[in-house]
Each structure stands twice: as structure tokens, then as C-alpha cells.
């Protein structure tokens, strides 16, 4: 499949990166191939899970030719694990229409960034994550929903890793189980199944799983009227 619109993941990531930086980020993990783009980045905004457990805000972007998704990204400093945060308010999934300009996808784009770089979006994940800590984990109902999302020939060994880490972990609560989940993504070189990985971790503190598709992305109505307007 090919990007629409003259985009291509080069723009995607300028764009991502110039709002990011406008907040004081970082770039941490990038994988591109020309259509498929996924990135992670980290913010100086930190804070606590629990003692001795430093997290670092950031914002994490997949981008594939029919959808782009920005969200709020948490990183657990003392095991370099990361929580993708599907489910927060600050959330942008964008569909691409055949009319829009790429202009205004990268707008969108550089909307979503500087929503996730809000302090909101961190401490909203933030105290989840602390919660989970008293939260007992539903293991069955998370790995129906992760193996549900995955080809059969990598969910079973997946979930096996991901059982014995849990099985091995400290805590067993949602807490356990969201860091059982990204250390096994931090293992992962697939950057699709790291994603649904690090995705499936930061929904379990909220008790959510991740949403089977994009939500439709529509732009405000002066960007579509001017739009419209030039068509004609």
C-alpha cells in the first residue's frame, strides 16, 4: 500500500519532530521503511510510579499509508520498559481522506504531538499506572484481546514469555502485568507486534483493551471549507 496525498513518512517525522522539540523532547526509537513509520519520544516531564520507580513522559506516532495514530507514551526509567497509552483523552487516531491536502494531515499530526506533550497526559497515565498497583490483573481477558490482534504464529510464544514473566514478576496485579506485557515488547524486533505490545501494556492500568480500529479523523470545519473551496 502507498501514502495518498504526496505524504511520505520523511514529512510525517519533521513534523513530529519540530512539535516535539518545541517542548523539550527527544527522539528514542525510530523505525522507518518508507511506509511504515513508527516512533517513540521522550519529554524532561518525569515522575513516580512508586518508590524507587522514576517514569518519563513521551509520545509515541505509528503511522501506516491509511492511518496515522499519535499517543501519550510512558517510560519506566528503571527497566527502560514503554506503555503506549491508547486509551488517554489526548489520543489522535487520523484517517486520510482522498481530498485533504498533505498540509493539512501534518497539521493534525502536529495537533496530536503537542496534545500528548500536555502535563494532563502524563499524570492522567501516571496515576493509572500507580492504581494498577492495587488492581488484581484479568490475565485472560488481556491476552484474549492481545492474541485476537496477532498471527497465530507469533501470539502462542508471545503469551508464553509474557506468562512467565509474569509468573516471575513481584506483584502480581495489573501492575505486574502491564510490565510482564513491555518487557516482553522491549524484546520484540517486529515493530507492528512491539506496538500491539507496548499498546496492550498501557491499556491495562485503565482496564481497557486496545480499540480494533482508528476512530475517523475529521479536520475542523474552516480547514474543510477553505479546502473545498480551492477544489472548486
Known amino acids: 500500500m502507498k501514502w495518498k ?3 511520505t513518512t520523511a514529512a510525517i517525522k519533521d513534523a513530529f519532530t519540530e512539535e516535539l522539540e518545541a517542548s523539550g523532547g527527544t527522539i528514542s526509537d525510530a523505525y522507518d521503511d518508507n511506509t511504515r513509520l513508527f ?3 521522550i519529554l524532561p516531564r518525569t515522575g513516580e ?4 520507580d522514576h517514569a518519563k513522559a513521551g509520545v509515541a506516532l505509528r503511522a501506516v499509508p491509511d492511518q496515522i495514530a ?6 519506566r526509567v528503571v527497566c527502560t520498559n514503554g506503555a503506549i497509552m491508547a486509551h488517554a483523552l489526548q489520543t489522535h487516531r487520523i484517517e486520510i481522506p482522498d481530498w485533504a491536502g498533505p498540509e493539512t494531515v501534518l497539521t493534525s499530526v502536529r495537533d496530536g504531538v503537542r496534545q500528548c506533550c500536555r502535563e494532563e497526559a502524563f499524570a492522567d497515565a501516571a496515576a493509572q499506572i500507580r492504581a494498577a498497583r492495587q488492581s488484581e490483573a484479568d490475565f485472560a481477558l488481556a491476552m484474549m484481546a492481545f492474541v485476537s490482534r496477532l498471527r497465530a504464529e507469533h501470539a502462542s510464544g508471545l503469551v508464553e514469555r509474557i506468562l512467565d514473566r509474569f509468573a516471575r514478576h513481584e506483584e502480581p496485579n495489573r501492575f505486574g502485568l502491564m510490565n510482564a506485557i513491555t518487557a516482553t515488547a522491549r524484546t520484540v524486533r517486529d515493530p507492528e507486534v ?3 505490545l507496548e499498546e496492550l501494556g498501557g491499556s491495562v492500568p485503565a482496564f481497557q483493551c486496545p480499540k480494533s480500529g482508528p476512530r475517523p479523523w475529521k ?3 474552516a480547514a474543510r471549507a477553505d479546502l473545498c473551496a480551492t477544489a472548486s
Open 194 to 196: 512491539k506496538w500491539r
Open 5 to 7: 496525498l504526496d505524504l
Open 39 to 41: 516512533l517513540r519520544a
Open 49 to 52: 510510579l512508586g518508590l524507587r
Open 70 to 75: 499519535v499517543h501519550p507514551y510512558v517510560f
Open 219 to 221: 479536520p475542523r470545519p
